[in-house]
């Protein structure tokens, strides 16, 4: 497979799997071992939900983010609302309205980015 050169003109790359964090694997630059980017999980290692996690949205929500409070209508182009789990369905979290909130895209990549931060600099969820 071809590759963009990375500025210091290789084109091989390396694959590095990630073990703490959200990310999957990175590719690397063989030649100067620069960050190129990020690679996702593939297909068959994603986590499977269960199809009635798919209707949280429909079965919880208020018409609102529950973090940042931003009514449906007002979000920007591109986000929704979502069910995310405050337990992590990955380690055993539920679809049971007490583990669910409500809430935007925004949000929902804060929380994500807050959860990976904390647990890389303290070893807590």
């Known amino acids: 497979m071809s590759h963009q050169p990375c500025k210091c003109g290789s084109t091989a790359v ?6 703490e964090g959200p990310h999957y694997a990175a590719e690397i630059c063989a030649g100067c ?5 990020w690679l ?10 269960p199809a009635g996690h798919r209707h949280l949205v429909a079965r919880h929500s208020r018409g609102f ?5 931003r009514r449906e209508s007002e979000l920007p182009a591109g986000q929704v609302l ?3 789990h405050v337990d992590e369905y990955q380690h055993g979290g539920s ?4 583990n669910v909130w409500i ?3 925004a949000c929902a990549k804060l929380i994500h980015w807050a959860r ?3 647990a890389g600099n303290n070893g807590t969820r």
């Open 65 to 69: 983010c529950e973090l940042c409070r």
């Open 33 to 37: 071992r620069r960050h190129l980017r």
């Open 95 to 98: 679809a049971d309205r007490q």
């Open 103 to 105: 809430v935007c895209t």
């Open 82 to 84: 979502e069910g995310h």
């Open 14 to 19: 390396d694959q590095v799997r990630i073990h």
């Open 116 to 118: 990976h931060y904390f």
């Open 40 to 49: 996702p999980k593939p297909a068959d290692k994603r986590t499977r939900r």
